[in-house]
């Protein structure tokens, strides 16, 4: 689970810049499932910069199911004084690469 739980808080971080922008959504791609990629750019949409940018706080990984080839992710980040939650669904490809296959940004 160190894999996915350095995987994660790099993804999270690199979705947060996106909805900033701070990076271009390509940088996602490979990242995310393709659908969630859609997300992300509503939430870009969605996003006030007056709030200042998101910065990631806490990440906690645990294995879902009982399985090493998936994993449940949560954690917080802040914006301006406000904080948020951040979820998310990690599973291990065919490739053995960790990718994102469900967000939930709060």
Known sequence: ???AAAFADAALR???????RRRPI???NGLLAAGLVDSVLSANRAAG???GVAVLRRVRVQAAGGDDRAAEVFGSY????RVHAI???LELAATGRWQ???????
């Open 87 to 89: 979820a998310c669904r």
């Open 1 to 3: 689970m160190r894999r």
């Open 26 to 28: 390509t940088q996602l």
């Open 49 to 51: 910069s007056h709030d």
């Open 78 to 81: 802040s914006r301006g004084h």
């Open 100 to 106: 994102v296959v469900a967000l939930h940004i709060g």
């Open 14 to 20: 690199r979705v947060l810049e996106v909805i900033d």
